[in-house]
């Protein structure tokens, strides 16, 4: 069950960060009502994301980082930046959809230069956190591979 919550998670996470590339290359062509569906179905995949990601930490905890000691601070680097900017993600994508659904696209085209980035770094480094904690996470009782 546990494999099972972290798998979905990375996916959709992941399936997230495609539809967000989709999303603004439709708007670069002009599909605006195809840019409106694909930006509202990443919307949801980040949602079940948050889903996943909380039942998994809720039922089963954190796993540790048990790698090489030279790599430490870089994964804790990627972890927190993940973590803060994944947190800062929602509220600001509220708020873009917010002001493309009042038709302010001004705001809502300034706004959403900043969250794609940050949308695209969150969903990169949840595959590359996934990956690392494979290999070298450490569960509370020993080390998982
Ligand atoms: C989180 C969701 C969304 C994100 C990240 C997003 C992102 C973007 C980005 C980056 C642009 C500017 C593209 C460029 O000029 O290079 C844009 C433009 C636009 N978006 Fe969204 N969008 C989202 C949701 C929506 C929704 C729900 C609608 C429809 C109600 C919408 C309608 C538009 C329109 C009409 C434009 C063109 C505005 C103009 O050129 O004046 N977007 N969006």
């Known amino acids: 069950m ?17 539809s967000l590339l989709w999303g603004v290359w439709f708007i670069r062509r002009g599909k605006r009502e ?12 980040a949602a079940l994301f948050l889903v996943f990601y909380l039942a998994k ?17 870089a994964y ?7 973590t803060l900017l994944a947190a800062l993600n929602g509220p600001l994508a509220l708020y873009v959809i917010y002001r493309a659904l009042r038709g302010e696209f001004a705001l809502h ?7 794609v980035p940050i ?11 996934y990956l690392v904690l494979k290999r070298y996470g450490v569960e509370p009782g020993g080390i998982s591979f």
Request: hydrophobic share 55%; aromatic share 16%.
């Open 2 to 18: 546990k494999d099972l919550l972290g798998l979905l998670a990375v996916w959709s996470i992941g399936l997230s960060g495609l």
């Open 57 to 73: 930490w809720g039922l089963y905890g954190t796993t540790a980082y048990g790698g090489p000691e030279a790599w430490r601070g």
């Open 109 to 115: 085209k300034r706004w959403a230069k900043v969250l």
């Open 76 to 82: 804790y680097f990627v972890l927190l930046t993940h």
């Open 119 to 129: 949308w695209l770094y969150v969903a990169l480094t949840g595959w590359v956190i």
């Open 34 to 45: 195809a840019h409106h569906r694909a930006m509202l179905l990443a919307t949801a995949l």
